[in-house]
């Protein structure tokens, strides 16, 4: 526990903030955060199993009859004579929600009226602290409410809690262990931290570096229990992307911090924020995106804009807030934020949604301007004017790149890329040939010209894949840049009023 914490509520109470909502899983840290800035007012806790408890031992003082239940609990203070408590209401938040059966309007009405005699009656004082492990605030509530946000360990105070562990069982961690097991353990909570040094101790009696598995094992598990961002499996790598070659020289010297952020963090580097990479569809964007997890070695995440917009007052932006905590959780890692133009398209319109997307662009800007955690963003988009201009200007990305059509030679890479996978790449391919015939199209489009050469040499007589066949195919196949001429023309406009660095520029193999 923080003092910096302690103050912070304290303060809140002082100023005689009615509800205080602590958005929060770890109960007895919270308890001990409330205990901490009580100076002897009396605490009552209502639980979430139904009981009014001793706040101090947790032993039910009596059970609240069925018929009047957390009401029957906040009528004992909802009066106005002198009195100064703290009432402790844990998981309630099932009452708040339209959609739940155990919605109830009453409750509402009731602490709306407690709140309002502390706020206007003299001697009452009478603070409410709605301790859930769910974000979930009525619309009636919102002006009474003050959420109060338990920051996770920083760096320095996760090393402490590593070196004190250490001490109390007398295990030697040497400097490079301690940073590197430092900044895997960013976005953990205490507890959680606890818990895999107690896993990796009781494994092995010792704590190293190979227990930064440990540490991904568990933050694999956050990930799939959050319900928010999706895990991608990374199979591709850097020699998957053909072309690009200044964009994956960038990546590949980023990758060298990432790959060492504990000594990079001792050696004064800030840890990269992340990129922007716009350009024609189908040009290896996406796939750039799970090549630069594969090169830092860390997991890929996926964020969906649309999964997060809620029915509730602040559901949208808990959910986004709920998502970033994960993703710090789970650091390091990549967040990948597809055709990130649609996840904040209505910024800056008026009523509905265009207002909550403007609050989550808000919200997603301060965290990327501000962002402390070893979260890598990839954000890909193909329509630059849709993007907001925040986001085309240095600052919120460490870069912003531009992929365009790929030129002769790196459809010559593509073409031997997907050519090898398919193990087609023999003497009977002419790949100089397929180029001449090639002007305009992207790489989606030539993966596409090999997928189905393959498939229709697999059901000819000879079962071969020739350089004929190939210019067959690819005579049949329109590229990008006949079926999106339009679309390509305004793209190339727009592109050329940025000054976006090229992800082209350089060479063929990322070597410039």
Not at 50 to 61: I, Q
Not at 92 to 110: G, N, T, V
Not at 201 to 214: A, R, T
Request: net charge neutral; aromatic share 8%; charged share 30%.
């Amino acid at each position: 526990m923080r003092r910096e914490d302690a103050n912070k509520l304290a303060g809140y109470v002082d100023a005689l903030r009615p509800i205080i909502y602590i958005n929060h899983f770890d109960f007895h840290a919270v308890d001990e955060l409330i205990v901490s800035i009580s100076k002897g007012v009396a605490i009552h806790e209502y639980n979430e199993a139904g009981h009014y408890v001793d706040f101090k031992n947790k032993t039910p003082k009596g059970v609240i009859p069925e018929s009047d239940n957390l009401e029957g609990f906040l009528a004992a203070f909802d009066d106005n004579s002198p009195q100064k408590v703290f009432l402790v209401l844990k998981d309630i938040h099932r009452y708040f929600s339209i959609d739940s059966h155990s919605y109830k309007p009453e409750l509402i009405a009731r602490l709306k009226s407690i709140a309002q005699r502390t706020m206007y009656n003299d001697g009452v004082y009478v603070t409410i602290f709605l301790v859930c492990s769910e974000f979930i605030l009525p619309i009636e509530l919102e002006k009474m409410v003050t959420v109060f946000d338990i920051p996770l360990p920083s760096l320095n105070e996760i090393e402490s809690i590593i070196s004190d562990y250490a001490k109390s069982f007398q295990i030697q961690i040497d400097e490079n262990t301690l940073n590197e097991l430092t900044v895997s353990f960013k976005g953990l909570s205490d507890f959680e931290i606890r818990q895999i040094l107690n896993l990796a101790y009781q494994e092995s009696g010792m704590i190293d570096v190979k227990d930064k598995n440990l540490v991904l094992k568990e933050k694999e598990q956050i990930i799939k229990k959050s319900g928010i961002l999706e895990i991608v499996p990374v199979n591709s790598t850097m020699y998957d992307v053909g072309g690009l070659a200044s964009l994956k020289k960038y990546l590949r010297d980023k990758s060298r911090i990432f790959n060492n952020l504990g000594e990079a963090r001792k050696f004064g580097i800030d840890l990269p924020k992340g990129i922007l990479i716009v350009g024609m569809p189908g040009c290896g964007k996406s796939l750039t995106a799970k090549a630069t997890a594969n090169q830092f070695s860390v997991p890929l995440l996926r964020l969906d804009i649309g999964k997060l917009m809620g029915k509730y007052v602040g559901e949208s932006e808990n959910n986004l807030r709920r998502a970033i905590k994960t993703a710090e959780a789970v650091s390091p890692c990549v967040l990948w934020i597809d055709e990130l133009e649609k996840a904040f398209a209505g910024v800056g319109g008026s009523g509905g949604a265009s207002d909550i997307t403007t609050r989550l662009f808000g919200q997603f800007l301060t965290w990327l301007q501000e962002k402390e955690s070893s979260v890598y963003v990839v954000a890909t988009s193909n329509k630059l004017s849709a993007l907001p201009p925040e986001f085309k200007r240095k600052g919120r990305f460490d870069e912003l790149f531009l992929v365009e059509l790929p030129d002769e030679n790196e459809r010559k890479k593509i073409f031997e890329i997907h050519l090898k996978k398919r193990k087609k790449l023999t003497e009977a391919v002419d790949v100089i040939k397929l180029l001449k015939v090639t002007e305009g199209y992207s790489g989606a489009d030539i993966e596409a010209i090999v997928k189905e050469t393959v498939e229709t040499a697999f059901i000819s007589d000879d079962r071969t894949v020739t350089t004929d066949k190939l210019l067959e195919t690819i005579k049949n196949t329109k590229s990008i840049s006949v079926t999106l001429a339009d679309d390509i023309k305004k793209l190339k406009e727009e592109y050329e009023k940025y000054n976006f660095k090229k992800a082209n520029a350089g060479g063929v193999d990322g070597k410039v």
